[in-house]
């Protein structure tokens, strides 16, 4: 049964108790609009399509988000140094632009207006991450924190915009020849032994900097990666190029193969991509660089390929399957003659 009652001057409160369903209760301006809620609540109930709405109307986005910031993100995201991972980016600029709203209020036409909005100031990529943040943040609160969304998660059902196009930045030989060149000649004597890591390797910079020593095995010419991006562990092969450079490496006090920071790391790198006269190239390039060659290779599948690389899912490697294709069309062309 329902019950309304008059609270204070200019409120009314209705309340709505039916066996089997939680108590209902929710305060109105106007006693029609009070009357109107109990009705269609009352009638949900018995049609047995009641939703509970309550948890959703009473928590913002931003409340939300906050909870996932400090209950669920510390244990699935991995920490840097600097405290700038971009799950914390995401989340800031998401409870700024919709953190006002309820959970309740959120749909696919609101979800779909900040897409539209965003992507007029930044790229595909940077929203297609930020929309799956978004998502993220209403499973958690459905499935951790136990609130019904009335409106399912909306974030599933809109358009998404397209994946920015993989960068494909690889330098020519002279490029090559003059990076070498600047690597060796700087002050930053770990610059140039991390540059031949990072290609012999296709390490990320992250899981580079992080690499031990007694995580290197030079009798099985493999280095233990610990820290990695997907939160794996998984066996890198060291080429005996690579074996090379980390013979010429002094065992740090610190224990780590390359010692320095990754801001540190970054300036100096940049500082010899400028003095070589190489623009657009960054560090990640390299690990692109170090994939494509061990793809021309022609000798290698695209599983053991993953395995090096440490991808989750082969999709990320198909461009480099057209490297592969390339090689075997010339091993045939070879037998041919």
């Given at each position: 049964?329902?019950?309304i009652?008059k609270?204070g001057d200019?409120q009314?409160?209705?309340?709505?108790r039916?066996?089997?369903?939680?108590?209902q209760?929710k305060?109105?301006?106007?006693r029609?609009?009070?009357?109107l809620?109990?009705a269609t609540?009352?009638?949900e109930?018995g049609?047995?399509?009641?939703i509970?709405?309550?948890?959703?109307?009473?928590?913002t986005i931003?409340?939300?988000i906050?909870?996932?910031?400090?209950?669920?993100?510390?244990h699935?995201?991995k920490?840097r140094?600097?405290g700038?991972?971009a799950?914390?980016y995401?989340c800031?600029?998401?409870?700024?632009?919709?953190?006002k709203?309820s959970?309740?209020?959120?749909?696919?036409k609101?979800v779909?207006?900040?897409?539209?909005?965003r992507?007029g100031?930044?790229?595909?990529s940077?929203?297609r991450?930020?929309?799956?943040?978004?998502?993220?943040?209403l499973?958690f609160?459905e499935?951790?924190?136990?609130i019904?969304?009335?409106?399912?998660?909306?974030?599933?059902?809109?358009?998404k915009?397209?994946?920015?196009?993989?960068r494909?930045?690889r330098?020519?030989?002279?490029?090559?020849e003059?990076l070498?060149e600047e690597?060796r000649?700087?002050?930053n004597?770990?610059?140039?032994?991390?540059?031949?890591?990072?290609?012999?390797?296709?390490m990320?910079?992250g899981?580079?900097?992080?690499?031990?020593?007694k995580?290197?095995?030079?009798?099985?010419s493999i280095?233990?990666?610990k820290?990695?991006?997907?939160g794996?562990?998984?066996?890198?092969?060291?080429?005996?190029?690579?074996?090379?450079?980390?013979?010429?490496?002094?065992?740090?006090?610190?224990?780590k193969?390359?010692?320095?920071?990754r801001?540190t790391?970054?300036h100096v790198?940049q500082a010899?991509c400028g003095?070589a006269?190489i623009?657009?190239?960054?560090w990640?390039?390299?690990?692109?660089?170090?994939l494509?060659?061990?793809?021309e290779?022609?000798?290698m599948t695209?599983?053991e390929l993953?395995?090096v690389?440490g991808?989750?899912?082969?999709?990320?490697?198909?461009r480099?399957t057209?490297?592969?294709?390339?090689?075997?069309?010339?091993?045939?062309?070879?037998?041919?003659r």
């Amino acid at each position: 049964m329902a019950t309304i009652r008059k609270r204070g001057d200019f409120q009314w409160e209705a309340q709505v108790r039916r066996k089997g369903f939680p108590s209902q209760s929710k305060t109105f301006n106007t006693r029609s609009d009070a009357d109107l809620w109990a009705a269609t609540t009352e009638s949900e109930m018995g049609r047995g399509v009641f939703i509970d709405r309550s948890d959703a109307e009473r928590n913002t986005i931003a409340e939300i988000i906050d909870r996932f910031t400090s209950e669920f993100a510390p244990h699935h995201y991995k920490p840097r140094d600097d405290g700038k991972e971009a799950w914390r980016y995401q989340c800031g600029h998401l409870k700024g632009a919709i953190g006002k709203f309820s959970l309740a209020a959120l749909d696919q036409k609101l979800v779909a207006e900040y897409r539209d909005k965003r992507l007029g100031v930044v790229g595909n990529s940077t929203v297609r991450k930020e929309l799956f943040m978004l998502s993220k943040i209403l499973k958690f609160a459905e499935i951790e924190c136990a609130i019904t969304l009335p409106r399912g998660n909306p974030v599933e059902k809109i358009r998404k915009p397209s994946e920015g196009k993989s960068r494909d930045r690889r330098l020519t030989d002279d490029e090559w020849e003059m990076l070498v060149e600047e690597c060796r000649k700087s002050r930053n004597l770990h610059l140039w032994p991390a540059v031949q890591l990072a290609v012999e390797t296709g390490m990320r910079q992250g899981e580079l900097l992080a690499l031990t020593w007694k995580n290197i095995d030079k009798k099985r010419s493999i280095a233990f990666l610990k820290d990695t991006k997907n939160g794996e562990e998984r066996a890198v092969p060291l080429s005996p190029a690579a074996l090379s450079v980390l013979d010429t490496l002094p065992v740090s006090i610190v224990g780590k193969v390359i010692p320095v920071e990754r801001m540190t790391l970054f300036h100096v790198f940049q500082a010899a991509c400028g003095r070589a006269g190489i623009e657009d190239f960054t560090w990640h390039d390299l690990r692109h660089e170090a994939l494509s060659r061990l793809a021309e290779r022609g000798d290698m599948t695209v599983l053991e390929l993953a395995a090096v690389s440490g991808h989750k899912t082969l999709q990320m490697l198909k461009r480099y399957t057209h490297l592969q294709a390339e090689k075997l069309a010339a091993k045939l062309a070879m037998n041919i003659r």
